[in-house]
């Protein structure tokens, strides 16, 4: 008999949400998608989010109807312009959590998050708090915004590390 851990606790440890448990909160992002958005553009799904956060799932709570044309939208980390606060600034990883989702067709309800869960923002990033002390913004980007309105309901989970 053998005795083995999660592959959270494989990966690190030392982190307090592997071994104690943490503090959880989730992002209710409702997206208004319209017909007159253009390829390319962005939406910020989360503003300033710690470094050493783990991003656990990115759910659809509830399945998404289709959205003609809507065929490439990415999830990812953009580095916040700390000059304009209106400003979404620049990417990091634009496609980090999701690459490439098409809602064209409709999305079920599910866990879309692509990320290696066992690793904070930083981690995937390569980035310390000392390196980005005020965090990263979480970004839809709409690579292939399509030619019909529709809404897109998101819960993202964050978890402090620790």
């Not at 990812?76 to 634009?94: C, H, I, M, Q, W």
């Not at 030619?147 to 964050?158: P, V, W």
């Amino acid at each position: 008999m053998s005795n083995k851990y999660t592959l959270g606790y494989d990966a690190n440890p030392k982190k307090t949400c592997w071994v104690n448990g943490a503090k959880k909160t989730t992002i209710l992002a409702q997206c208004d998608i319209v017909s007159g958005d253009a390829d390319g553009d962005t939406i910020i799904l989360g503003w300033n989010i710690p470094v050493d956060t783990l991003i656990s799932a990115i759910k659809v709570p509830k399945a998404i109807s289709a959205i003609t044309g809507a065929t490439d939208y990415d999830i990812g980390f953009y580095k916040p312009n700390r000059e304009d606060p209106t400003d979404v600034g620049s990417a990091l990883d634009k496609d980090a959590l999701v690459d490439g989702i098409d809602f064209s067709g409709g999305v079920a309800v599910g866990d879309i998050n692509e990320a290696d869960k066992t690793k904070t923002i930083g981690d995937l990033l390569s980035l310390s708090v000392e390196d980005q002390p005020e965090g990263v913004h979480i970004v839809m980007t709409l690579n292939t915004a399509g030619s019909a309105s529709g809404t897109i309901g998101l819960e993202i989970d964050l978890v402090n590390a620790g």
